[in-house]
């Protein structure tokens, strides 16, 4: 008769993708409310359980050999569909409102189809969602008027939020006009403590070309109206873009624009909350490759 090999506590692999991706055993064991020795010793149990190396410490701090980047490639959504399971037969349990925040620049990019598989596992969980700048919202869940809020990581006053997605913002223009060729260039953002705002005019003042800001709102749908318009550009992620935009670029006469990080901030301990938490970290990690392992 075969033997069968052993089985993976979800608990270790957990733990590992933690690490791999804070590259800190310490943030690791804070998400799992464990101490730091019990974290190291469970990365002993599992690389001795594999028979290989997953770990290496690097200049940055841990970082996964090959064997680790091949197991966090799986261990992402093996741990999705483990914790749906247990999600899906507990649902009974997790009932209650929810209050979520949401920059409405994310809220057709992500959030429909997270919702609603939350919706699938847990049927008695109302979830009411709140959308305006990050800023607001952070200071919403800090008067506890939120129990969780996505953000965009950098307009935080000390607000400790988990990453879930690095990537690039563009710079957005009507497919029909050509405003950005115009001097000075005219502009269509969010209120000045915008990180979005920060950023577009600190990469024109750094390739020296002049700006004004023409139109503030703190609507995406109101900044793309007004390009829409041909009346200025805007700053956004590269896509769904509404019929009639279009992303500018270099060959456009624009500068680069840096990434930016989409973080979650929780603010109620419920079990309602807590759950539409875990939902929205393993969605990113699933749905949207979550963030590099480099990223802390």
């Not at 410490?57 to 093996?78: F, K, M, N, Q, Y």
């Not at 899906?88 to 929810?98: L, T």
């Not at 919702?115 to 008695?124: D, N, T």
């Not at 990537?167 to 915008?194: E, F």
């Amino acid at each position: 008769m075969l033997s069968l090999p052993p089985g993976l506590d979800p608990d270790l692999l957990r733990s590992f993708v933690l690490i791999a991706e804070g590259a800190s055993v310490t943030r690791a064991a804070q998400r799992v409310g464990r101490t730091q020795s019990a974290v190291s010793m469970q990365m002993r149990r599992l690389e001795e359980l594999l028979g290989r190396q997953l770990l290496a410490r690097g200049p940055r701090g841990l970082a996964v050999t090959s064997h680790g980047a091949w197991l966090l490639e799986r261990a992402r959504p093996w741990l999705s569909m483990h914790d749906e399971i247990i999600a899906s037969f507990r649902s009974a349990e997790v009932a209650g409102p929810v209050r979520l925040g949401s920059p409405d620049d994310y809220v057709m990019t992500w959030l429909p189809e997270i919702l609603a598989r939350f919706a699938e596992s847990h049927p008695a969980v109302e979830i009411e969602v709140v959308c305006a700048p990050s800023t607001e919202l952070l200071e919403r869940l800090e008067r506890e008027e939120l129990d969780l809020t996505l953000y965009s990581a950098g307009n935080e006053r000390g607000q400790a939020g988990l990453p879930l997605w690095r990537g690039p913002l563009h710079w957005v223009g009507a497919a029909a006009h050509s405003v950005h060729r115009q001097v000075p260039l005219r502009l269509s953002l969010a209120q000045p403590s915008c990180i979005w705002r920060r950023a577009a005019t600190a990469a024109l003042d750094g390739a020296g070309l002049p700006w004004r800001v023409t139109y503030t709102s703190k609507s995406q749908m109101g900044t793309h109206a007004v390009v829409l318009a041909g009346l200025a550009i805007t700053v956004g992620l590269a896509g769904p873009l509404p019929e009639g935009l279009r992303v500018l670029n270099a060959s456009d006469g624009l500068p680069p624009l840096p990434e930016f990080e989409i973080a979650l901030a929780q603010g109620s301990d419920s079990g309602a909350a807590r759950a539409l938490e875990r939902h929205i970290i393993d969605s990113f990690r699933r749905e949207a490759g979550g963030l590099p392992a480099s990223a802390s």
